[in-house]
């Protein structure tokens, strides 16, 4: 299948040992969705996650929730649940996928690419344990009782994974960490790849690093989603009530390690770095949905054939827009999280615009900057006058 995804161009104009200007440039095609005008919602919900992988377990869910909405469908909080745990889980290895594939490199050493096929292969038992063979994001998909045996049984070697290679500790007493004083000596006494991560960032001074105004985006209803996507250049530059937003971990995840780490370092590298720990610790308690009976109900239901998708994907939220005529889609949009995080006057522009230092340190600070915030495509970085860049 083609690859639609596009990517950015970053570009760092350094000024002595301050960065004097940031530009991104992007060739993600926001628009692409596009090409599902006028084809049958089954077609669509079918092509949609081939042709947008990144994620494209978030976007199926994102789009059967909009074209559910579009239907009057009412809401089968089972089926929901179940489709929540499927993302939650993409989300989990998009997390460690970052943190055993590239943390290692920043820090000298090689990526634990075994490790990794190992939570591939976790994931593709966990929906198999789920769904079977049902397609879980399909309109008409009746799912039956799942073995919660079999889940807890899939736990076991995920908890013992994220144990000895991630917190060399038990997760729940990892979440128990409240202080920075804390962190620091838990990291001193790790030699997991996030512990080794953590002392470094502290051993530099680098806690602070890319600190900016935080402006996390709130909830989103999705009557005010339906009246900002009308106009489609939302989607290009979206703001809320004015505002250049931020989605993603930091955003969406509270404790009171993050909220000392927020008044001490604000949302510098320390704070990001911790809120990806935070959510891989808490996602664990995600992946074995409940057992809800009943049905719901969509916040649109009035009739005009529109549906709102919103799911929380690993890099943010994610909303799809759909509005459907006889069955068939007339106007498809998706906003997605690189949209909110890398706007040209948004929070990677502002915390790229923060960094200090020799050029050296500015460029490895803000590799780990954009990889923390996270593109959902590739990146090209640019330090304007040096003769190096570098994709990623």
């Excluded at 994931?123 to 397609?135: A, D, V």
């Excluded at 809800?292 to 969509?298: A, C, D, I, K, L």
Aim: charged share 20%.
């Amino acid at each position: 299948m083609q690859d639609i995804e596009g990517s950015l161009k970053i570009r760092l104009d350094i000024n002595g040992e301050t960065v004097g200007g940031v530009a991104i440039e992007s060739t993600r095609p926001v628009h692409a969705s596009r090409m599902f005008h006028q084809k049958p919602v089954d077609e669509v919900l079918s092509l949609l996650p081939l042709l947008f992988t990144i994620c494209g377990v978030a976007q199926a869910c994102a789009a059967a929730q909009a074209c559910e909405q579009a239907l009057g469908l009412p809401a089968n909080p089972l089926s929901r649940a179940r489709r929540l745990a499927l993302v939650d889980m993409e989300t989990l290895r998009e997390h460690l996928w970052r943190l055993f594939l590239d943390w290692p490199e920043f820090l000298g050493g090689q990526a634990h690419k075994q490790v990794m096929a190992g939570i591939v292969s976790l994931q593709r038992k966990h929906r198999q344990i789920l769904c079977g063979n049902e397609n879980p994001f399909s309109l008409d998909v009746t799912l039956t009782g799942f073995d919660r045996a079999s889940v807890d049984a899939l736990y076991e070697p995920l908890k013992a994974l994220l144990h000895n290679e991630v917190f060399a500790m038990p997760v729940a007493k990892w979440l128990q960490i409240e202080d920075r004083r804390s962190l620091a000596d838990w990291a001193e006494a790790t030699d997991t790849t996030a512990g080794s991560m953590i002392r470094q960032i502290q051993t530099t001074g680098w806690e602070t690093a890319g600190s900016c105004e935080f402006l996390p985006l709130p909830p989103m209803p999705d009557e005010q989603i339906d009246l900002l996507l009308q106009d489609d250049s939302f989607i290009e530059q979206p703001v809320w009530e004015g505002l250049c937003r931020e989605t993603g971990s930091l955003a969406r995840n509270h404790s009171p390690l993050l909220n000392e780490l927020l008044a001490t370092c604000g949302n510098g590298l320390l704070t990001r770095l911790v809120a990806r720990l935070t959510e891989i610790a808490r996602l664990m308690d995600l992946l074995s949905p409940t057992d809800e009976s009943g049905e719901g109900v969509y916040s649109i239901a009035d009739g005009r054939g529109v549906g709102i998708g919103q799911v929380p994907a690993a890099r943010g939220q994610l909303v799809h827009r759909v509005i459907l005529d006889n069955d068939h889609v007339s106007r498809y949009q998706i906003l997605a999280p690189t949209e909110w995080n890398f706007h040209p006057k948004g929070v990677v522009v502002q915390a790229l615009s923060a960094l200090e230092g020799s050029e050296a340190q500015i460029e490895e600070q803000a590799r780990l900057l954009i990889n923390a915030i996270d593109p959902c495509v590739g990146y090209e970085l640019q330090l304007a006058g040096a003769d190096h860049s570098a994709d990623e």
